[in-house]
């Protein structure tokens, strides 16, 4: 069976630090992969998706950067963080088809 | 582009009642899947229930079910028999022909005992 594994669960980072999440999915070959983030309350807002090694779409130009080193890995990064950048961020992956997205257990990250 | 709304930020109703979530899309195709997702407090989200729009029949999942009303462009979602574990955030999506999802902006489900 598929899985998804995102972490850490829980990050504090002071601003100008760099951030790099990870997100790992197994039991599957060649998903879709993307990187949300949730304001607390709110909805959730596309930052990247992948459809393969190498292949990374922007969705909102911002403080991050994402990467897909690895078929099954997906890492989102900054070089120096922003109070802004604080928020949950959620990994996803999907297939190609009606299938809908499973999402990973999410990070929160607040930036102090 | 297509969109989605979700015009109840937040919506409380008593244990063992049935409440009523609103949902509207608007697009162009004429194919397309519809999804009601859940998010606890613990923040995992959880897909609900699954709604073809060439499929008639409104899908149901044991106490979750929709009214899928395609002409109108609404994709409600009914939760019967409310327990104090479906107390949660509700997204609604629309995934389109390249199988990317959009989603509403949520509503907040309080069920109280």
């Known amino acids: 069976s598929q899985t998804i594994h995102q972490w850490p669960a829980t990050l504090v980072q002071p601003v100008g630090s760099p951030l790099s999440l990870e997100c790992t999915v197994e039991g599957t070959s060649n998903p879709n992969l993307y990187w949300y983030r949730q304001a607390a309350g709110r909805g959730l807002q596309l930052l990247f998706y992948?459809?393969?090694?190498?292949?990374i779409s922007s969705e909102v130009p911002q403080n991050l950067s994402a990467s897909r080193p690895q078929d099954r890995q997906f890492i989102l990064s900054s070089k120096k963080l922003l109070l802004s950048d604080s928020g949950f961020y959620l990994c996803?992956?999907?297939?190609?088809?009606?299938?809908?997205?499973?999402f990973g257990s999410g990070t929160r990250l607040t930036v102090v | 582009a297509q969109t989605v709304t979700q015009s109840q930020p937040e919506m409380s109703v008593q244990e063992a009642e049935t409440v009523t979530l609103s949902c509207t899309y608007d697009?162009?195709?004429?194919?397309?899947?519809l999804f009601w997702y859940k998010q606890p407090p613990s923040r995992q989200m959880i897909l609900v229930i699954r709604?073809?729009?060439?499929k008639q029949q409104n899908a149901t999942e044991n106490r979750f079910s929709v009214n899928f009303q395609k002409a109108a462009k609404s994709f409600s979602l009914k939760i019967s028999d409310s327990q104090l574990g479906d107390t949660a955030m509700y997204f609604c999506?629309?995934?389109?022909?390249?199988?990317?999802?959009?989603w509403g902006a949520g509503t907040k489900l309080i069920i109280k005992p």
């Open positions: 999506a629309f995934m389109d022909s390249n199988y990317q999802l959009i």
């Open positions: 992948s459809v393969g090694i190498g292949q």
């Open positions: 697009t162009s195709e004429s194919n397309y899947y």
């Open positions: 709604q073809e729009a060439y």
């Open positions: 996803a992956w999907s297939v190609n088809g009606p299938y809908g997205y499973t």
